[in-house]
């Protein structure tokens, strides 16, 4: 049983102006939780192609679409669904019908596919579903209790 400790969600017009909007946002969430830059910057990649496949590929010219994004924030881990076709937004249902990207090669993810690669080599975690509008879920772990458990050691001397 997932529990998160909070739950933020967004709805922002598919529109290429609102991409760096939830960029920011969830770069800050990031920094909040205690993740390393170079992950937050992993993290902010993703969400952008993630969110810029929805602006160019889930509309047609001239439809007004929206972009529903959910933050689910862990101890662990933060989980970033992005869903488009404005469907109404359950996260606990949406995620029994979400798969792994492992095992599809480049040519059979659809959305952008190039986009949806680098998200799965960004993000611990890439799973997407296409049966109501496309549901791309990131999960990234935070990796904090590696480097601190280390920092403020030093390490034995060899014995001789």
């Known amino acids: 049983m997932r529990t998160a400790s909070d739950y933020i969600e967004m709805n922002v017009p598919a529109k290429p102006d609102y991409v760096g909007v939830v960029r920011l946002t969830i770069s800050d969430l990031a920094n909040r939780m205690g993740f390393a830059f170079d992950e937050i910057e992993d993290i902010k990649i993703a969400v952008s192609e993630a969110v810029t496949n929805v602006v160019n590929h889930a509309y047609a010219d001239g439809e007004k ?82 480097v601190e458990e280390h920092v403020d050691r030093i390490s034995p001397a060899p014995s001789q």
């Open 65 to 146: 679409g929206q972009v529903r994004i959910g933050c689910n924030i862990f101890d662990d881990r933060i989980e970033i669904t992005v869903v488009d076709q404005g469907k109404s937004f359950d996260v606990e249902s949406i995620s029994k019908n979400l798969g792994p990207v492992d095992g599809k090669s480049v040519d059979q993810l659809n959305e952008g596919g190039l986009g949806l690669f680098l998200i799965d080599t960004l993000m611990d975690k890439v799973e997407i579903s296409s049966e109501a509008g496309v549901v791309v879920m990131m999960t990234k772990y935070l990796h904090r209790d590696e």
